[in-house]
T-cell receptor, first 116, second 110 residues
Framework: NAGVTQTPKFHILKIGQSMTLQCTQD?????MYWYRQDPGMGLKLIYY???????DKGEVPNGYNVSRSTTEDFPLRLELAAPSQTSVYFC???????????????FGPGTRLTVT | QKEVEQDPGPLSVPEGAIVSLNCTYS??????FMWYRQYSRKGPELLMY????GNKEDGRFTAQVDKSSKYISLFIRDSQPSDSATYLC??????????FGTGTKLQVIP
């Protein structure tokens, strides 16, 4: 199992450009998440998905969009990039069953994005 | 008031020392408490998880939860240079929503 994979590892984006960060998991997990991590700020949830076709906003969704057409993939779209979106982006997944409230989240290696 | 507060460090200790990492939280509804370890330029990985007050031990690591004080701790005994990483506390009220602390950077000096 590769676990959670993310591409690209690094990227420099110009202000106003758009791009998509890719995330794929091969563990058949139903839940997937996107976080951003800024120095001294911890992990902030951007969007999450409880299954294919279902997504919801997290704590900091502005400037981002997501879709989940398959169980495996959960791409994050940045529209009209701004310097404030310079960050490290982590995708994660977890598996839950009815009646159980928490399962371990498995993280990808991250994408380091600079908007300049 | 932040939901989770964690001293960012950095914390530097000699090899073999006992390390104490701590977090406080504000919402008594939180029931699940976790510690994630994050090596430099890597994603976080779950180290320990507990949902009750008291201690939980796993090898050199002990997680401690005091719900009355809203205080959680991670102790590392006989610390090793390979323990050098950032440690993030995380808390959850259930149903997959997790709030992370800012992380404490630990360096263990050989």
């Amino acid at each position: 199992n590769a676990g959670v994979t993310q591409t690209p590892k690094f990227h420099i984006l110009k202000i106003g450009q758009s791009m998509t960060l890719q995330c794929t998991q091969d563990m058949n997990h139903n839940y997937m998440y996107w976080y951003r991590q800024d120095p001294g700020m911890g992990l902030k949830l951007i969007y999450y998905s409880v299954g294919a076709g279902i997504t919801d906003k997290g704590e900091v969704p502005n400037g981002y969009n997501v879709s989940r057409s398959t169980t495996e993939d959960f791409p994050l779209r940045l529209e009209l990039a701004a310097p404030s979106q310079t960050s490290v982006y982590f995708c994660a997944s977890s598996y839950s069953v009815p009646g159980t409230v928490y399962y371990e989240q498995y993280f990808g290696p991250g994408t380091r994005l600079t908007v300049t | 008031q932040k939901e989770v507060e964690q001293d960012p460090g950095p914390l530097s200790v000699p090899e073999g020392a006992i390390v104490s990492l701590n977090c406080t939280y504000s919402n008594s509804a939180f029931q699940y408490f976790m510690w994630y370890r994050q090596y430099s330029r890597k994603g976080p990985e779950l180290l320990m998880y507990t949902y009750s007050s008291g201690n939980k031990e796993d090898g050199r690591f002990t997680a401690q939860v005091d719900k009355s004080s809203k205080y959680i701790s991670l102790f590392i005994r006989d610390s090793q240079p390979s323990d050098s990483a950032t440690y993030l506390c995380a808390i959850s009220g259930g149903y997959q929503k997790v709030t992370f602390g800012t992380g404490t950077k630990l360096q263990v000096i050989p």
